[in-house]
């Protein structure tokens, strides 16, 4: 088995190639390839490139490793060891030239299930700023290798929160509702458009917390392990781990206040 900083290198290295190539082909000008679940839920062909390249490069260094990607889907491996990767968080920023996208890659053990996966090493590159955050199992959490912490004894009425919203019209009204609720007991809510990023704001500091629903494992596997190596605590619906059902993330104390207000929202959610 390879140690967390082997393995971070690699989702390092190859979060930054795949960085590189998303900002050249902006600079060039983007094409929308196709649209999935809805016609505001758009893949590019820079999507699609980056994770190539990504699955690629992870193949020729760690040939018997699984891969799950947002793009192309899954494979998988003999190791027990899989890549979890979304070529472009925040593919609709990436599209309108807003500089909030970023490349994910993370590497867990077992199955590829936020349930049940042990995340060891993530990366996420943000090529627009050149901010890129990187964290493993035990190693802490660091921007451009200075180390992370979460802001400490925030109260909930000073707090500013981040979410998002899905691609689902009806969806991201009844979470507009929830945000509705929740505005007038905390400092503010931003929405920044990249769970990724998100994620690590609240392990840099610049978000205080974060809570979303109906993410895909790609969206925040490396965020999630950032967020966590920086001291916040991440948790899903619930007592389970984060998941397409939740994921809510803050320093320690803010989380206690915070999470049943949030938990009591989404109870009657189905």
Request: hydrophobic share 45%; charged share 20%; with cysteine.
């Amino acid at each position: 088995m390879p140690s967390n900083a082997e393995l971070l290198a690699i989702a390092l290295t190859v979060a930054r190639r795949a960085g590189e190539l998303a900002r050249q082909r902006r600079e060039a000008g983007v094409e929308v390839a196709a649209s999935k679940s809805s016609l505001s839920d758009i893949v590019t062909q820079a999507d699609r490139e980056s994770e190539n390249l990504i699955r690629q490069a992870i193949a020729a260094a760690r040939p018997n490793d699984g891969f799950f990607g947002e793009e192309s889907g899954g494979a998988e491996g003999t190791s027990g060891l899989t890549w979890v990767v979304d070529p472009i968080d925040g593919t609709v920023n990436y599209f309108y030239g807003i500089p909030s996208y970023a490349v994910s890659v993370a590497v867990v053990e077992g199955d590829p299930d936020p349930l049940t996966w042990r995340t060891l090493a993530g990366a996420v590159v943000n090529p627009a700023n050149g901010e890129v955050y990187t964290a493993s199992e035990g190693g802490g959490a660091h921007l451009n290798g200075r180390q992370l912490r979460v802001k400490e004894n925030t109260e909930l009425e000073l707090a500013l929160v981040g979410t998002g919203f899905g691609y689902d019209a009806a969806k991201r009204v009844r979470q507009a509702r929830i945000v509705a609720e929740l505005i007038g007991k905390v400092r503010d809510v931003r929405r920044i458009g990249a769970a990724s990023l998100d994620l690590c704001n609240v392990a840099a500091g610049r978000l205080d917390a974060y809570y979303e629903r109906g993410l895909n494992p790609w969206d925040h596997a490396a965020g999630a392990l950032i967020a966590r190596e920086a001291g916040a605590t991440v948790g899903g619906l619930g007592d389970a781990r984060e998941n397409d059902e939740l994921i809510v993330a803050a320093q320690p104390g803010l989380f206690t206040q915070l999470n049943p207000l949030i938990q009591a929202a989404y109870a009657d959610w189905v």
